[in-house]
């Protein structure tokens, strides 16, 4: 069975740092890999996946498949940056199910 | 833009009462999920529905139930609500099967159960 592991609960850092929430999956398969993020007050929300190879607000993830990571990365953080993030990871045998990671808690402090 | 709404964000209610929670998407999406979301766990599937009428367990289908009616309302069962089913409920839909899609999630409901 897949599992997705987000191994930080809470991520602290300080404004203009650089950021990494790091994520780790096991799936036997060819997975696809998503960000989603939860600011305060406000519902989850898709912030990235690995087919588009895009940037969103200066976030960019990468997947490794040798290492089996997905971490997501950001030169600079802001303190918008603030929220909830989770990895997920879908399966492509069981239409669109996702499977979630922990979440980290990102602070970024002024 | 997708609207997917559930019918109480606070809920407060007794152990052994039957709950029933909604949702309701506005885009015509063919699926539906239910997740309960808890501090360190993440979200964790409860149940989901490819269509109306259809129905497929989750992760943690355990003293909970699921209908779906109607293609845009797809509605959580707790038979009889314990204390360990406290939690944020979020509901979500999504286009169709292809696992590349996007799932659009509604606010949330937390509920409470003494």
């Known amino acids: 069975a897949q599992r997705v592991t987000q191994p930080e609960k809470l991520l602290s850092v300080f404004k203009g740092a650089p950021v990494e929430l790091k994520c780790n999956y096991s799936y036997s398969g060819s997975p696809e890999l998503f960000w989603y993020v939860q600011y305060s007050r406000q519902r989850l929300q898709l912030l990235l996946r690995?087919?588009s190879r895009e940037s969103i607000k200066g976030f960019t993830a990468d997947l490794n498949k040798g290492e089996t990571s997905f971490h997501l990365k950001k030169p600079f953080a802001q303190e918008e940056d603030s929220a909830m993030y989770y990895c997920?990871?879908?399966?492509?045998?069981?239409?669109?199910?996702?499977?979630f990671g922990g979440g980290t808690r990102l602070m970024v402090k002024p | 833009d997708v609207k997917v709404t559930q019918s109480s964000r606070y809920l407060v209610k007794r152990t052994g009462e039957k709950v029933f929670l909604e949702c309701v998407q506005d885009?015509?999406?063919?699926?539906m999920f239910w997740y309960r979301q808890d501090p360190g766990l993440g979200l964790r599937l409860i149940y989901f529905s490819y269509d109306v009428k259809m129905k497929e367990k989750g992760d943690i289908p355990e003293g909970y139930s699921v209908s779906r009616e109607k293609k845009e309302r797809f509605s959580l069962i707790l038979e009889s609500a314990s204390t360990n089913q406290t939690s944020m409920y979020l509901c979500?839909?999504?286009?169709?099967?292809?696992?590349?899609?996007?799932?659009?999630f509604g606010p949330g409901t937390r509920l409470t159960v003494t």
């Open positions: 690995h087919i």
């Open positions: 997920a990871l879908s399966d492509n045998n069981a239409g669109n199910m996702l499977t």
């Open positions: 979500a839909s999504s286009l169709d099967r292809s696992y590349s899609y996007e799932q659009y």
């Open positions: 885009m015509d999406h063919e699926n």
